[in-house]
């Protein structure tokens, strides 16, 4: 078969399945009923309705403000960050830095239970500081709050794309300036920062992205005070008429893809402009860490506390919510502790299913997903054609859509499309789901591999007279294998972690750990919640450390 | 087998014209050598001829079967065109053995697998590493790795087999036993051979005809010979050998007048007297003498450079300088140089 | 000898008495063959699995051959589910619901089979509507509060007193309320909307609830969570099967079924119309209504049983004993439409938001 045939295929399903859940969501905000029901017409109510509605514009306010405080928090300590773990003597780089990315692992819900249980008005450190000054100086379901600890947790993100400038910097520039009598920190400063800021610009374009995106936190710490970002206003919108209302959803979706669509793009452009400036000159040139002196430790200490309000305290509050049986004022830890929760789940058969699922999704669905990468990778790998830039776009269109959203997007294409429907209950679905969500994202791990293989190693065999699909199965793909195996295991971390895009597919047989975690909490099972919570961070510790081990590079 | 025909090749990268508009021929059993400086478009013609890139004009032919032709329509890909290619880096794929890199051309062709093992081992042998066929790659040295490379290309026995600077990756002690090696074996096997260097001593050793790139198009085509004794033009002049730049005027006629002197040389080209006029004249020609005479200039002697195998003299006037060779030291100070007449080429300058 | 044939006898006996249930048609049997050749049941519940599990197990033990199918989601999930997979043609056999609502409005949509259960004489007039739609619990709707930390004497036994004590505390009670948010939740606005039906001052109770800033949930588990930790004190309107169920894991619960009136939910169940096992669903609707899995619910599921010949800690009875004739359950008829008419649910949701700002 022609390579152009095959090539073509595999685009074109690519397209369809990229295409098909937005086009669907888009026709249903054009509905009077959801699109299934024999009653539905034409009608623009949907929209008026939703634009009337003072919650979503509160709704949309919110979430501009918790997107921007995010990024005003994240981009300056990420930026910082990144300086000093490149550029000084701080104490500690090797093994701060697989640190530093763990927060970008941990499955936001999660980190959102675990705060309520720490730092909640009777968490259990809130009480301990409550008996030792008589108040507790923060309310964990503020606003304030919750902008706080989205801007903290993706610290990491900024973390990473400025880092990586640093690091390409050439060090040459930097030297000359400093022949020329310019101290260290002047260069820093002069030389340094003004090549990163492209990167910057990007890394700051991208939290506020995802601040469209969260999901978990706003759910678990913005209910009590009924706070509402577009994507819960999105979940809380099955019950506003009563009868659950597919058309207003599809308003909303349309409006949320509307804002994060272009800002997937100027992503794109920003990551161009800040790659120019990285000069990937191969033999690691040394450049002369700048001494920080005492203030290194100061340095290590604030980085640690980062580290320990980011991570360990919601981490460690909800693994220690999951061994006790009550919690809050007036109780004695060491009188409820138990390993009641964990047999409880025993007796769920559905958390059962959740957690082989999550495994199977994880580990199996992981490795189709990255074959059906590597499939539209290669196809157009190396391919002269504008076509490419078109494949670019798609692929990046489903990143456009929180995983909330393409969960319910992926419900709707399967009941649409009838020869679907019976898979619409089986694993297949969430596993179709996560793979379009992801696509932008792994489409990008391989590629880069596939890059690394010296154009000249193809040319080689097509010259000998190996046709292009030949080259690329029998000197392409076998090069790479070890980068299948690193995908794999960052596509693996990435579903386990994932929680949003499952949950309007949730249902016997298809539940993963992530959406039982948000239903269970939406019941208030929190015992369950927590034991869960931690069998989910211990899948994706032993993952982590398996990849750390194999010397996966974490940067994606 | 027969000749590799170029004809009026145009080929544009983005808004570059790389080639403008080349024509040439390979013909049998010879070994052509494409010469020039970096950007001269030589690699660019090669990848072109073997498929890896697509001209928008022209024709390339191997007798009278068109590998591409832009007035018909017809472009090859690289897999079909039956030619062999050695990289530079020598691309040998570093997950199979020196066998499986060097059997992979005939696996394509179907060749049955004993077959396959006679062709690959006689081939291995033929370049004197029969004994390594079970290594890889990495474990071989540069020069082991080069003929890996060629011996991959040759064994499914191609009728032209283009090698991208060949010798450039080798020390440069190496490089020297390699070119006699490397012509030896093109030759006994009878191929036709084109190779892109940008080392003019390198396509003198090697090739029977060689062809002079420069900017996307052919400056001189000719034999090493021809193209060093002969050249036609000033940059071939000055891009062959090694050589002295000496600018002046013409003085109709092939002379040449710097300054007060007057000198007499060959008509390279028309140069009106008046004009400026450039003469160009190899280094080992220049001869040191100790007296005056036609074509003689009187030079201080400024420095000199002992290379192991003769001295390198620095001879300077006002702002010219001049280098010459000689086997023995010299005296610093006041010497003659001698431009013999059919030693030196005037040029119009320009 | 004589002990085989002893076995025997009760064996035949005992299959033969759990083939057809005193009381019953003589042709049931029929419907008994017919099932079990259907050899399997699907159903769609809000149930917790858990919960539901000792009546499954018991209806397959009585019924052996027939397999069940149990799916536990939400109440929205089960619509969406319901009506989408009707439109494509196949979906489940029995649907379990307690948004009571939307299960009224697939019933009035025609969706269920029309099936006049055997056990109809034993329900109450309220529990059955058009021999299509069955209330199968009585689960009242209680307070409770953390036990620890409020005072006894401000425990409050109606809502009358609930009122007063926010009126008279409110600071003490600031924020440590917490109710349904009737604009997130299907089953809060039916709540506050019985309450208003019943109790004509129930609009100063809510003012109540805005001036005190009470936090409004969309599941009773976490507002039960949240009242035994004591980041709240009093949880209003929270399903007895709930309390009870959490009661008796934490000790720190305490619960109240209001003196002055108790609203009476009721968890409604019917049988799909295209149903493809539809005697294995009869089956199961006339075992869930009968004497013997009344009494699992009262007992072991503790969701309040319906019937009242009926004894165990979750039953009506237990209620009647706390509550008298103040019990008043929700109508399962056409009266709950009302609920999903937009303009009157707008209209109400928006004198609620103004009551939770105090006004």
């Known amino acids: 078969m022609p390579y152009a045939v095959i090539r073509f295929s595999v685009l074109a399903v690519m397209a369809i399945a990229v295409l098909a859940p937005l086009s669907l969501v888009g026709y249903q905000s054009f509905l009077s009923a959801p699109f299934f029901d024999s009653m539905a017409r034409f009608t623009l109510d949907a929209y008026r309705f939703v634009f009337a509605e003072s919650d979503f514009w509160v709704a949309f306010g919110t979430t501009l403000i918790v997107a921007g405080g995010m990024t005003v928090i994240a981009l300056p300590l990420g930026a910082m960050l990144a300086f000093l773990m490149v550029r000084t003597d701080l104490p500690g780089r090797a093994w701060l830095e697989p640190m530093i990315l763990i927060p970008l692992f941990v499955s936001a819900v999660v980190l959102a239970f675990g705060y309520v249980v720490a730092l909640g008005p009777v968490g259990i450190v809130s009480t301990h500081v409550k008996a030792l000054i008589g108040f507790i100086p923060w309310n964990i379901y503020s606003l304030t709050s919750l902008v706080v600890i989205a801007g903290l947790a993706h610290v990491p993100h900024v973390y990473l794309y400025t880092a990586a400038a640093l690091r390409g910097l050439a060090s040459d520039m930097e030297e000359a300036a400093r022949v020329t009598g310019a101290g260290p920190w002047r260069v820093a400063l002069n030389v340094s920062l003004p090549m990163v800021m492209p990167s910057m610009l990007f890394a700051g374009v991208l939290v506020f992205f995802l601040g469209f995106e969260l999901f978990g936190l706003p759910l678990v710490l913005g209910d009590p005070q009924g706070l509402l970002v577009l994507t819960t206003y999105l979940y809380k919108l099955t019950n506003k008429l009563g009868v659950p209302s597919y058309q207003l959803m599809a308003v909303v979706v349309v409006v949320i893809v509307a804002v994060t669509a272009p800002l997937v793009y100027m992503q794109r452009i920003l990551l161009r402009q800040a790659q120019r400036y990285v000069s990937v000159r191969g033999k690691g040139l040394k450049q002369a860490p700048l001494p920080l002196g005492p203030w290194r430790w100061v340095a290590l200490a604030a980085i640690l506390a980062w580290f320990t309000v980011t991570v360990i305290v919601p981490i460690a509050g909800i693994t220690l919510r999951s061994f006790v049986v009550s919690w809050g004022e007036g109780v004695k830890l060491m009188e409820v502790l138990t390993l009641d929760h964990y047999r409880e789940l025993l007796d769920y058969p559905n958390v059962i299913r959740g957690i082989l699922n999550t495994l199977a999704i994880g580990v199996i669905g992981g490795a189709i997903a990255v074959v059906c990468y590597t499939a539209i990778a290669l196809a157009i790998h190396r391919w002269q054609s504008g076509w490419t830039r078109v494949v670019d776009y798609l692929a990046m269109a489903p990143r456009a859509m929180p995983g909330l959203v393409a969960g319910l997007a992926m419900l709707w294409v399967f009941l649409f499309f009838k020869p679907f429907s019976p898979l619409k209950a089986t694993l297949f679905s969430v596993w179709l789901a996560y793979t379009i969500v992801w696509l932008a994202y792994g489409m990008r791990l391989i590629s880069g591999t596939l890059l690394q293989v010296g154009p000249e190693l193809e040319e080689s065999a097509r010259t000998i007279g190996a046709s292009a699909l030949r080259t690329q199965l029998d000197i392409t793909v076998p090069l790479i294998r070890y980068g299948f195996i690193a995908s794999w295991l960052l596509i693996f971390l990435i579903f386990v972690r994932e929680y949003s895009t499952g949950v309007y597919l949730l249902g016997p047989g298809t539940e993963v750990i992530g959406s039982l975690l948000v239903s269970l909490w939406g019941t208030g099972a929190v015992d369950l919640v927590s034991a869960l919570s931690v069998v989910n961070v211990v899948m994706i510790a032993l993952g982590l450390v398996v990849a750390l081990r194999m010397g996966v590079r974490l940067h994606g | ?350 | 000898m004589r002990f085989l044939t002893l076995a025997a006898a009760l064996l035949f006996s005992f299959s033969a008495a759990a083939q057809t249930p005193a009381g019953y048609p003589a042709d049931y049997g029929k419907t008994v063959d017919a099932a079990k050749k259907e050899g399997k049941l699907v159903i769609y519940a809000t149930t917790d699995a858990v919960a539901a599990n000792p009546l499954v197990k018991d209806f397959e033990s009585l019924y052996p051959g027939i397999s069940v199918e149990y799916s536990d989601l939400n109440s929205t999930e089960v619509y969406n589910r319901f009506i989408s997979e009707s439109a494509a043609g196949s979906t489940a056999d029995f649907i379990w619901s307690s948004a009571m609502d939307l299960q009224v409005k697939l019933v009035a949509e025609g969706k269920a089979l029309a099936y006049a259960s055997p056990e109809i004489p034993n329900l109450p007039k309220w529990a059955v509507w058009k021999n299509e739609a069955y209330g199968t619990t009585n689960e009242p709707i209680a307070f409770v509060y953390n036990k620890r930390i409020v005072p006894a004497g401000d425990v409050p036994q109606t809502h009358a007193a609930l009122e007063k004590l926010l009126a008279a505390k409110p600071d003490f009670y600031k924020g440590k309320v917490t109710a349904y948010d009737p604009e997130r939740s299907g089953v809060g606005y039916l709540f506050v909307n019985e309450d208003v039906k019943n109790w004509p001052d129930a609009w100063n109770l809510f003012r109540e609830f805005g001036k005190t800033g009470a936090r409004l949930y969309t599941s009773a588990g976490a507002m039960m969570e949240r009242v035994g930790s004591g980041e709240h004190l009093i949880g209003y309107g929270i399903f007895g099967s709930y309390a009870i169920a959490r009661a008796k894991k934490d000790p720190g619960i305490g619960i109240v079924l209001p003196k002055d009136f108790t609203l009476i939910t009721s968890r409604v169940a019917f049988i799909s119309k295209q149903a493809q096992h539809p005697n294995a669903a009869k089956l199961f609707l006339d075992y869930m209504l009968s004497k013997r899995g009344q009494t699992i619910i009262a007992n072991q599921a503790l969701l309040y049983s319906l019937r009242d010949d009926v004894e165990g800690p979750a039953s009506a009875k237990a209620v009647r004993d706390e509550v008298g004739d103040k019990a008043r359950p929700v109508e399962i008829g056409p009266g709950l439409l009302e609920n999903l008419d937009q303009m009157k649910r707008l209209a109400f949701l928006k004198k609620w938001q103004a009551a939770m700002k105090g006004q």
């Not at chain 2, 021809?226 to 002295?244: D, H, K, V």
């Not at chain 2, 020609?285 to 201080?300: L, Q």
């Open chain 2, 1 to 350: 087998m027969a000749d590799l025909t170029v004809h009026s090749l145009g080929l544009r990268l983005g808004d570059n014209e790389i080639l403008r508009g080349v024509s040439m021929s390979v013909p049998r059993g010879k070994v052509v050598a494409f010469l020039g400086p970096s950007g001269s478009g030589k690699t660019t013609l090669l990848r072109a001829i073997a498929g890896l890139e697509t001209p928008h004009t022209g024709s390339i032919k191997i007798g009278d079967r068109a590998l591409f032709d832009a007035s018909r329509g017809i472009n090859l890909p690289a897999e079909q065109r039956g030619l062999g290619l050695v990289f530079q880096s020598y691309a040998l794929w570093p997950h199979r053995t020196v066998f499986d890199n060097v059997a992979y051309g005939l696996k394509l062709r179907k060749v049955s697998g004993d077959e396959r093992k006679r062709r690959v081992e006689a081939a291995l042998t033929h370049i004197g590493l029969g004994h390594l066929a079970a290594r890889y790659p990495h474990q071989l040295s540069g020069g082991q790795q080069q003929r890996v490379a060629l011996a991959r290309a040759l064994v499914y026995e191609p009728p032209v087999i283009l090698l991208d600077e060949p010798l450039s990756n080798l020390d440069a002690k190496l490089r020297e036993e390699a070119r006699a090696w490397l012509r030896q074996l093109i030759v006994s096997l009878d191929l036709s051979a084109l190779c892109v260097t940008h080392d003019q001593v390198e396509a003198m050793a090697i090739a029977d005809k060689i062809v002079l790139l420069n900017g996307g198009v052919i400056e001189q085509e000719g034999t090493p010979t021809e193209l060093y004794s002969q050249p036609r033009t000033l940059f071939a002049a000055e891009f062959m050998g090694s050589n002295n730049r000496l600018a002046g005027e013409s003085a109709g006629g092939g002379k040449l007048r710097i300054g007060n002197d007057v000198l007499e040389g060959v008509a390279r080209g028309d140069a009106p007297s008046g004009a400026p006029a450039v003469g160009v004249i190899r280094l080992e020609r220049v001869k040191v003498v100790d007296a005056p005479g036609p074509n003689r200039i009187r030079m201080e002697l400024k420095t000199q450079m002992y290379l192991g195998e003769r001295f390198e003299l620095v001879f300077a006037l006002d702002k010219m300088l001049i280098r010459a060779y000689a086997d023995e030291e010299r005296a610093l100070g006041s010497h003659y140089v001698e431009f013999p007449k059919d030693a030196l080429w005037v040029f119009p300058q320009g």
